[in-house]
Protein backbone atom coordinates (compact mmCIF):
# COMPACT_ATOMS: atom_id res chain seq x y z
CA UNK A 1 0.00 0.00 0.00
CA UNK A 2 0.80 3.77 -0.19
CA UNK A 3 3.45 4.72 2.18
CA UNK A 4 5.22 7.53 3.50
CA UNK A 5 8.95 6.85 5.64
CA UNK A 6 11.29 8.60 7.32
CA UNK A 7 14.67 7.18 7.50
CA UNK A 8 16.19 8.75 10.50
CA UNK A 9 14.59 7.81 13.98
CA UNK A 10 16.44 10.26 16.00
CA UNK A 11 18.97 13.32 15.03
CA UNK A 12 21.46 15.16 17.50
CA UNK A 13 22.30 18.22 16.57
CA UNK A 14 24.27 21.03 18.16
CA UNK A 15 22.51 23.90 18.96
CA UNK A 16 23.85 26.44 16.11
CA UNK A 17 24.09 24.12 13.34
CA UNK A 18 21.70 23.21 10.29
CA UNK A 19 19.33 20.40 10.51
CA UNK A 20 18.23 18.19 7.89
CA UNK A 21 14.87 15.59 8.29
CA UNK A 22 14.78 13.49 5.28
CA UNK A 23 11.49 11.54 4.15
CA UNK A 24 10.76 8.86 1.44
CA UNK A 25 6.83 8.55 -0.14
CA UNK A 26 5.71 6.20 -2.12
CA UNK A 27 2.71 7.27 -3.83
CA UNK A 28 4.19 9.50 -6.88
CA UNK A 29 0.62 10.93 -7.78
CA UNK A 30 0.82 12.72 -4.86
CA UNK A 31 0.43 16.53 -5.16
CA UNK A 32 1.18 18.18 -1.48
CA UNK A 33 2.98 17.44 1.17
CA UNK A 34 3.51 19.01 5.01
CA UNK A 35 5.97 19.11 7.46
CA UNK A 36 4.88 18.97 10.84
CA UNK A 37 6.38 19.29 14.04
CA UNK A 38 5.24 17.60 17.32
CA UNK A 39 6.07 18.38 20.72
CA UNK A 40 5.79 16.19 23.31
CA UNK A 41 1.92 15.26 24.82
CA UNK A 42 0.87 17.86 22.18
CA UNK A 43 -0.65 17.59 18.52
CA UNK A 44 1.86 18.48 15.47
CA UNK A 45 1.55 21.70 14.32
CA UNK A 46 2.10 23.12 10.78
CA UNK A 47 5.42 24.22 10.08
CA UNK A 48 5.64 23.94 6.26
CA UNK A 49 4.09 22.47 3.03
CA UNK A 50 4.77 21.97 -0.79
CA UNK A 51 3.13 21.49 -4.03
CA UNK A 52 4.39 19.37 -6.22
CA UNK A 53 4.69 21.77 -8.85
CA UNK A 54 7.32 23.03 -6.89
CA UNK A 55 10.72 21.79 -5.47
CA UNK A 56 11.92 24.21 -2.80
CA UNK A 57 9.94 26.50 -0.93
CA UNK A 58 11.41 28.41 2.10
CA UNK A 59 9.55 29.43 5.59
CA UNK A 60 11.77 31.24 8.85
CA UNK A 61 14.25 29.40 9.46
CA UNK A 62 13.10 26.41 7.35
CA UNK A 63 12.99 25.16 4.13
CA UNK A 64 11.80 21.96 2.59
CA UNK A 65 13.34 20.23 -0.76
CA UNK A 66 11.03 17.68 -2.83
CA UNK A 67 13.04 15.90 -5.45
CA UNK A 68 9.36 14.04 -7.18
CA UNK A 69 12.42 12.00 -9.45
CA UNK A 70 13.93 9.67 -6.39
CA UNK A 71 10.21 10.65 -4.48
CA UNK A 72 11.98 12.24 -1.63
CA UNK A 73 11.66 15.30 0.99
CA UNK A 74 13.65 17.08 3.32
CA UNK A 75 13.38 19.41 6.42
CA UNK A 76 15.86 21.91 6.82
CA UNK A 77 16.50 23.85 9.45
CA UNK A 78 18.53 27.11 9.97
CA UNK A 79 20.50 26.97 13.10
CA UNK A 80 18.81 25.34 15.55
CA UNK A 81 17.51 26.09 18.76
CA UNK A 82 16.97 24.22 21.50
CA UNK A 83 13.25 24.91 21.14
CA UNK A 84 13.41 22.73 18.23
CA UNK A 85 13.57 20.02 19.66
CA UNK A 86 10.44 18.02 18.63
CA UNK A 87 9.29 14.84 16.77
CA UNK A 88 9.02 16.16 13.01
CA UNK A 89 6.88 14.00 10.10
CA UNK A 90 6.20 14.44 6.85
CA UNK A 91 2.94 13.80 5.88
CA UNK A 92 1.91 13.15 2.16
CA UNK A 93 -1.81 14.62 0.92
CA UNK A 94 -4.31 11.41 0.00
CA UNK A 95 -7.38 12.77 -0.49
CA UNK A 96 -9.20 15.64 0.08
CA UNK A 97 -8.03 17.27 3.57
CA UNK A 98 -6.46 13.49 4.27
CA UNK A 99 -3.00 12.60 5.16
CA UNK A 100 -0.55 9.53 5.70
CA UNK A 101 2.17 10.30 7.83
CA UNK A 102 5.40 9.29 7.61
CA UNK A 103 7.52 7.28 10.81
CA UNK A 104 8.52 10.80 12.18
CA UNK A 105 11.82 11.74 13.22
CA UNK A 106 13.51 13.31 17.34
CA UNK A 107 15.23 16.33 16.92
CA UNK A 108 17.74 16.59 19.57
CA UNK A 109 19.20 20.05 19.65
CA UNK A 110 22.33 19.84 22.21
CA UNK A 111 23.68 22.88 24.09
CA UNK B 1 -4.09 29.20 11.60
CA UNK B 2 -7.52 27.96 12.11
CA UNK B 3 -7.82 26.36 15.55
CA UNK B 4 -9.25 22.96 16.20
CA UNK B 5 -9.81 21.80 19.76
CA UNK B 6 -10.37 18.24 21.78
CA UNK B 7 -11.46 18.01 24.96
CA UNK B 8 -10.81 16.18 26.94
CA UNK B 9 -7.11 16.69 27.18
CA UNK B 10 -6.44 13.50 28.76
CA UNK B 11 -8.65 10.78 30.65
CA UNK B 12 -8.86 7.71 32.77
CA UNK B 13 -11.56 4.87 32.96
CA UNK B 14 -11.69 1.51 33.61
CA UNK B 15 -12.00 -1.34 31.50
CA UNK B 16 -15.39 -1.87 30.10
CA UNK B 17 -16.99 1.40 30.02
CA UNK B 18 -16.88 4.18 27.06
CA UNK B 19 -15.32 7.17 26.61
CA UNK B 20 -16.23 9.82 24.26
CA UNK B 21 -13.87 12.44 22.63
CA UNK B 22 -14.89 15.76 21.05
CA UNK B 23 -13.00 17.60 18.34
CA UNK B 24 -14.56 21.18 17.35
CA UNK B 25 -13.35 23.63 14.80
CA UNK B 26 -13.92 26.72 16.67
CA UNK B 27 -13.01 29.19 13.73
CA UNK B 28 -14.15 27.77 10.32
CA UNK B 29 -16.84 24.88 9.39
CA UNK B 30 -15.70 21.54 8.77
CA UNK B 31 -17.91 19.42 6.73
CA UNK B 32 -14.99 16.74 7.15
CA UNK B 33 -12.48 16.01 9.79
CA UNK B 34 -10.09 12.82 10.45
CA UNK B 35 -9.55 10.97 13.88
CA UNK B 36 -5.81 9.60 14.40
CA UNK B 37 -4.27 7.66 16.78
CA UNK B 38 -0.98 7.39 17.91
CA UNK B 39 0.74 4.85 20.59
CA UNK B 40 4.18 6.06 21.97
CA UNK B 41 7.23 6.76 19.91
CA UNK B 42 4.90 6.27 16.86
CA UNK B 43 3.61 7.83 14.28
CA UNK B 44 -0.30 8.83 13.91
CA UNK B 45 -2.37 6.65 12.07
CA UNK B 46 -5.46 7.61 10.19
CA UNK B 47 -8.32 5.98 12.00
CA UNK B 48 -11.16 7.42 9.98
CA UNK B 49 -12.91 10.16 8.09
CA UNK B 50 -15.80 11.47 9.83
CA UNK B 51 -18.27 13.04 7.66
CA UNK B 52 -20.95 15.54 8.44
CA UNK B 53 -24.42 14.50 7.90
CA UNK B 54 -23.71 11.18 7.01
CA UNK B 55 -21.72 7.47 8.20
CA UNK B 56 -17.90 8.06 9.19
CA UNK B 57 -15.87 6.31 6.62
CA UNK B 58 -13.53 3.94 8.24
CA UNK B 59 -9.43 2.79 7.73
CA UNK B 60 -8.77 -1.43 7.35
CA UNK B 61 -8.56 -2.46 10.34
CA UNK B 62 -10.68 -0.36 12.56
CA UNK B 63 -13.69 -1.41 14.37
CA UNK B 64 -16.66 0.73 13.57
CA UNK B 65 -18.23 -0.75 16.45
CA UNK B 66 -15.44 -0.23 18.70
CA UNK B 67 -14.57 3.52 17.61
CA UNK B 68 -18.11 5.42 16.95
CA UNK B 69 -18.36 8.43 15.13
CA UNK B 70 -20.33 11.10 15.00
CA UNK B 71 -19.89 14.56 12.82
CA UNK B 72 -23.64 16.21 13.69
CA UNK B 73 -22.92 19.56 13.19
CA UNK B 74 -19.98 21.55 10.96
CA UNK B 75 -18.28 22.26 14.19
CA UNK B 76 -18.09 19.07 16.31
CA UNK B 77 -17.08 16.02 15.80
CA UNK B 78 -16.95 13.16 18.40
CA UNK B 79 -15.48 9.69 18.66
CA UNK B 80 -16.75 7.12 21.60
CA UNK B 81 -14.39 4.35 22.62
CA UNK B 82 -16.88 1.60 23.87
CA UNK B 83 -16.01 -0.70 26.05
CA UNK B 84 -12.60 0.14 26.58
CA UNK B 85 -9.88 -2.19 27.20
CA UNK B 86 -6.09 -1.49 27.97
CA UNK B 87 -5.06 -1.80 24.90
CA UNK B 88 -7.49 1.01 23.53
CA UNK B 89 -4.83 3.37 25.63
CA UNK B 90 -3.38 5.29 23.31
CA UNK B 91 -3.03 9.67 22.09
CA UNK B 92 -6.08 10.32 19.87
CA UNK B 93 -5.74 13.05 17.88
CA UNK B 94 -8.18 14.65 15.63
CA UNK B 95 -8.04 17.08 12.15
CA UNK B 96 -9.98 19.85 10.44
CA UNK B 97 -9.01 22.00 7.29
CA UNK B 98 -10.43 25.14 6.34
CA UNK B 99 -8.29 24.43 3.41
CA UNK B 100 -5.69 22.04 2.06
CA UNK B 101 -3.43 22.50 5.32
CA UNK B 102 -4.92 20.32 8.07
CA UNK B 103 -4.91 21.87 11.92
CA UNK B 104 -5.08 19.55 14.80
CA UNK B 105 -6.67 19.46 17.66
CA UNK B 106 -4.10 19.12 20.79
CA UNK B 107 -5.12 15.53 21.40
CA UNK B 108 -6.46 13.33 24.27
CA UNK B 109 -4.49 10.59 26.03
CA UNK B 110 -6.51 7.85 27.05
CA UNK B 111 -5.55 5.39 29.84
CA UNK B 112 -7.82 2.43 30.61
CA UNK B 113 -7.07 0.74 33.68
Known amino acids: GESVGLHLPTLSVQEGDNSIINCAYS??????FIWYKQESGKGPQFIID?????DKRQGQRVTVLLNKTVKHLSLQIAATQPGDSAVYFCAENAGTYKYIFGTGTRLKVLA | GAVVSQHPSWVICKSGTSVKIECRSLDFQATTMFWYRQFPKQSLMLMATSNEGSKATYEQGVEKDKFLINHASLTLSTLTVTSAHPEDSSFYICSASPGPEAFFGQGTRLTVV
Open chain 1, 50 to 54: IRSNM
Open chain 1, 27 to 32: NSASDY
